[in-house]
């Protein structure tokens, strides 16, 4: 066999291995469960909008990617299509209310729109970010 041959034979062979190691660690990986997560932190609502807002302690590296866990009361609940976004409002902004915005999951949605503003709410989720206006948190449960 020619030597360029076996070359090419073993480049395609090296390249499939990596193309299957990739697939099998990078795509592969099992989703998390945001309603069984442990959270990151335990927090008020109020506490947390504060920390973005006033750009405290780099609250993009302390709370960005990590599961929070919210208490405070809620001021508005937002019905969408297949889940409900509670909203917790501290600032009034030129667009209107600025807070923090938490998705419900799918599963939470009636509790949410039925829940009383004025008893305390804890909530548990993935905070996302924080872009200007609000904090948002996705993959929300609602704990009590």
């Given at each position: 066999?020619?030597?360029?041959?076996k070359?090419?034979?073993?480049?395609?062979?090296?390249?499939?291995?990596?193309?299957?190691?990739?697939?099998?660690?990078m795509?592969?990986?099992?989703?998390?469960?945001?309603?069984?997560?442990?959270?990151?932190?335990?927090?008020?609502?109020n506490?947390?909008?504060?920390?973005?807002?006033?750009?405290?302690?780099?609250?993009?590296?302390?709370?960005t990617?990590?599961?929070l866990?919210?208490?405070?009361?809620?001021?508005?609940?937002?019905?969408?299509?297949?889940?409900?976004?509670?909203?917790?409002?501290?600032?009034?902004?030129?667009?209107?209310?600025?807070?923090?915005?938490?998705?419900?999951?799918?599963?939470?949605?009636?509790e949410?729109?039925?829940?009383?503003?004025?008893?305390?709410?804890?909530?548990?989720g993935?905070?996302?970010?924080?872009?200007?206006?609000?904090?948002?948190?996705?993959?929300?449960?609602?704990?009590?």
């Amino acid at each position: 066999m020619k030597n360029w041959l076996k070359v090419f034979l073993f480049a395609g062979i090296v390249g499939l291995a990596a193309i299957a190691y990739m697939w099998f660690f990078m795509y592969n990986k099992p989703h998390t469960d945001y309603d069984k997560a442990t959270p990151d932190f335990i927090i008020s609502a109020n506490e947390c909008y504060n920390h973005f807002y006033n750009g405290q302690e780099s609250p993009d590296k302390a709370f960005t990617g990590k599961v929070l866990q919210l208490h405070g009361f809620l001021t508005s609940v937002d019905d969408l299509d297949s889940t409900a976004v509670i909203v917790f409002t501290y600032n009034e902004g030129m667009f209107g209310d600025e807070g923090i915005r938490c998705t419900l999951l799918p599963t939470y949605k009636d509790e949410g729109l039925n829940f009383d503003k004025s008893k305390s709410i804890t909530i548990k989720g993935f905070c996302s970010g924080y872009n200007d206006t609000d904090v948002i948190l996705e993959h929300c449960s609602i704990i009590n």
